[in-house]
C-alpha cells in the first residue's frame, strides 16, 4: 500500500456505522501515530439519505455497490447486515483488490469458507472481529493469542440481546415481552429480534469461533440450536432456588467422539464466572492445552464497542498491508472438517421442570422411569401444588445422560397419565471436567 | 524473511524455556499451518549444562551471546530474565539484525524505550507479551484489540505469586512462609521470591501496562510500591468479615491531575469480579472509551502458559515478518510522558487497623482526629480486647481520601497515649467511578 493514508470506505451507517466514523474522526491522530498513517474516510454507502449525518469529505452514494468499486478506497467496511447484498459487496470489493472488514456474523458463517478463500487468492484481508462478542477481541485471541495451543473448548455468553434478556427476567422479574421492547428501544436488538431469541444468531457466531479453534471449515449447519423462547419465568425461579443461574450458552468443545458445537440455555453454577456475567455483557472462555482457562468479558453489543472491534481490524490492516496471517488461523483450504456428536449424543446434567398431579406416588413413578433410563437423579422437589387444579411442578436435576436418552425418559414420563404434557428440559453445565 | 522457516534461537532453558520448546516441537505440524512455515529452534544458549535435555537438532551453546551472533537464527528468545547479561544479549541481537521475543517485564520496564527504539531502528521487533500476566494476552489487547480507544485505566491483579499466596492465607487461614514455600516447590515463585513479595514485580508489569494504555514512555520509578508483606492474617479476616477480599492490584488511571501508578494490596468488595480471581489467575480490565470495561482473566504464572505467550509472539514475527506496528502502540519517538500524580496526592478509601486501650473515650477521640481532618468515617468497629493486655483491635473503614492526609490523621492517632505504633493502613478500592 503505498498511498499516504489507509482509505477506508464504509457501507451501511446505522448504529456502528455511525459510531465508527466517529472514532475514526475523534481519535484521528492517535490513530495516525498507532497505524504510521491517517484512516481516512474516502466514501460512505448508504441506501437511505440521513440529511443530519456528518461524512466530512468522504463521498456518499446511494448505491453501496460504489464503494467497492471506488478506486479510492484500500478497504470496504461492511456494515449492512444480511448474506444478499452483504455477500455480493464484498465479492464485488475481493475482486476489486480491496481488504474487507466486516460485522456480519451471519455472512461469515454462511458464506465465510467462499469469501476468505476468494480473498486469501486475491491477496487481500477479510477481517471480523465485530462479529462475534462485540468489542471482545476473542477472534484476535483464537487466531494469535493462543495459536501455539491445543483448543478442547470454547464457550460463552455471545448473544448480548438475549443476556440482557435473561438478566432482566432473573432480577426483576420482569416479562419477556417487556425486556424485549425495551432491548430494542436501547439499540441492543434488531428490528426483527427473531434470531436473538431463537439462537441462530449465537449459533453464527460459535460457528465462527469453532472453526478458528478447532481449524474446521465453517459449518452453519453443525450447531444444535436452542434459544431463550424455551425459558420461562418459573425456570428461573427455580434454577435459582436450586444455587443456578441460566444463561444462554454456545458452547463447542473437542471430544474423543467428536465436536460437540451447542447454543441452548443453560443452567450454571452460581459461583462459576459465567453465571455472574450479566446484561449485555458477553463472555468467551477458552480452554488451550498450553494456557488453561481464558476468560474475556466486556460488552457485547452497542455501537461503540462494536465499532472498536471495526476500528480494531483497521488499524490491523494498516500497520500490516500485507497480510498478517490466515482469517481462519489456516489457510481455508487447510480447514480440516472433523466428526461432528449428534445432538442426541450429546451428553450433561439436565434440569426438568414437570407438572404433576399432587399424588404421592407420582415422584416414584417418575424416579422408576429415570432409574429404568440409567440416568442418575441429583435432586428432585415436589413445589407445592396450584389450590385450583390438584396439580404441582416437580424439579429435578440430573446426573450426566446423552440426550436421545433423556428424551426417551421425559416422553414416557409424559405419557404418565398423571402428568401434564408441558415439560421444560435444559441442560446444566458445571464447567467441572 | 527468505528462509524456508522461521529460525528460533533460545537462551535459557528453565521452566518456560522447556515448554517453549516442548510447544515448538510438539505443535510443529500445526504452527507450520498457521504460520506458512516452520518454526525450527536452531540454536539453544544455556550457560549450565542440562544432559538430560533432549533440543534436537538445535545447536547447543553454554554462551549465550553465541546465539546472538548464530547466523541461522532470525528471533532471539530471551528466557534468562534479569537486567545484565539479558540486556547485553538483546542488544547483540538486535545489532545482528534478530527479532527479538522475551518474557522479562523488569527489562523491558528498566530498558525497554531505548531496546524498543534500537529495534525500531534496526527494523527488527521485540515482542513482550508473556512480561506481563503470564497466558494472558493483554499485551496484544492493549496494543491491538482497543488501539482505538482513548484508555482512561488499566488494573489489575498481575503477580500470581502473591495472588497464590493470599488467596491460600485468606481460604485456608495457612501461614505466609509456608504458602511461600509451596509457591516456591511449585515453581510460581523465584528462588529469590523478593520481587514477588514486595510489589517490584507487579510494578514493573504496570510499567509496561501503562506504557500501552496511555502512550506513554516506561517509567520504572513512577509506580507507587506496597507489597504483600505488608498484610496480615488478621487484616485478612477483618476485610471478610467487612465483605472485602484483599488482592495485591497494580492501578494505572488516567485522571485530571495525572496519571496515577500503583501497586498495593487493595480491598475489593467480594461481589466484583477481581475480588474472585484467586490462586495464580491473574485478571487485567482495561477501561477504553469506546470499548467499555473489558476484562481478561487466565494464568498468570506457569511454564506452559507463559509458554502459550512466547510462542504467539513467534507466531506473531512468522506471519508479520515485516512488522507489525510498534512494540509499545506507536513508537518510542512518538511517546509523551504525561505528568503523575504524587503518592501523597492519591486519593481512595481506605481500610485501617489499629490497636489501642480498651477504653470507650478511645474510639471518640479517633473519630475527632478523622473528622478534624475531614475524613469521613464509613465504619468503625472495635474488636474485642485481647484478654491480657486490656487492648483492642480497631478497624475502620473510610471515605475517600487523598494519602497525605490520611498520613497525617495516621500520625496523630498513633500520638495518642492509648494507641500502638503497629497500625495497618490499606487502600480500599469498589471501582464505582
Known sequence: MSHAALRVGICGVGTVGLATLEILRGQSLALTARCGQPLSVTCVGSR???????????????????VARDPEVDVLVELIGGTSVAYDLIKLAIEQGKHVVTANKALIAEHGNELIAMAESAG???????????????????????????????????????????????????AFDDVL???????????????????????????????????????????????????????????????YRVKHLGIARQKDAGIEMRVHPTLIPESKQLANVDGV??????????????????????????????????????????GSGPALGVPVAQLTAKPLVPAGDIASEWYVRLTAADQPDVTSKISQILTSCNIGIASLVQKPSSADEGKA?????????????????????????????????????SFDQ
Do not use: W
Open 281 to 322: 455483557l458477553n463472555a468467551v472462555m477458552v480452554v488451550g492445552d498450553a494456557v488453561g482457562e481464558l476468560v474475556l468479558v466486556g460488552a457485547g453489543a452497542g455501537g461503540a464497542a462494536t465499532a472498536s472491534s471495526v476500528c480494531a481490524d483497521l488499524i490491523d490492516i494498516a500497520r500490516n498491508p500485507a
Open 393 to 429: 411442578p416437580i424439579v429435578l436435576l440430573t446426573q450426566i445422560a446423552r440426550e436421545s436418552v433423556m428424551t426417551q425418559a421425559i416422553d414416557e414420563i409424559c405419557g404418565l397419565v398423571e402428568t401434564d404434557p408441558d415439560v421444560a428440559v435444559l441442560r446444566v453445565e
Open 124 to 174: 487481500v484481508q477479510i477481517r471480523f472481529e465485530a462479529a462475534v462478542a462485540g468489542g471482545i477481541p476473542i477472534i484476535k485471541a483464537l487466531r494469535e493469542a493462543v495459536a501455539a495451543n491445543q483448543v478442547s473448548e470454547v464457550a460463552g455468553i455471545i448473544n448480548g440481546t438475549g443476556n440482557f434478556i435473561l438478566t432482566e427476567m432473573t432480577t426483576k422479574g420482569r
Open 181 to 243: 421492547s425495551e432491548a430494542q428501544t436501547l439499540g441492543y436488538a434488531e428490528a426483527d429480534p427473531t434470531y436473538d431469541i431463537d439462537g441462530t444468531d449465537a449459533a453464527h457466531k460459535l460457528v465462527i469461533l469453532a472453526s478458528l479453534a478447532f481449524g474446521i471449515p465453517l459449518n452453519i449447519d453443525a450447531p444444535v440450536k436452542h434459544g431463550i423462547q424455551e425459558v420461562t419465568p418459573a425456570d428461573l425461579e427455580y434454577a435459582g432456588e436450586l444455587g
Open 48 to 66: 437511505r439519505e440521513h440529511p443530519d449525518h456528518d461524512y466530512g469529505d468522504a463521498r456518499v452514494s446511494r448505491d453501496v455497490m460504489d
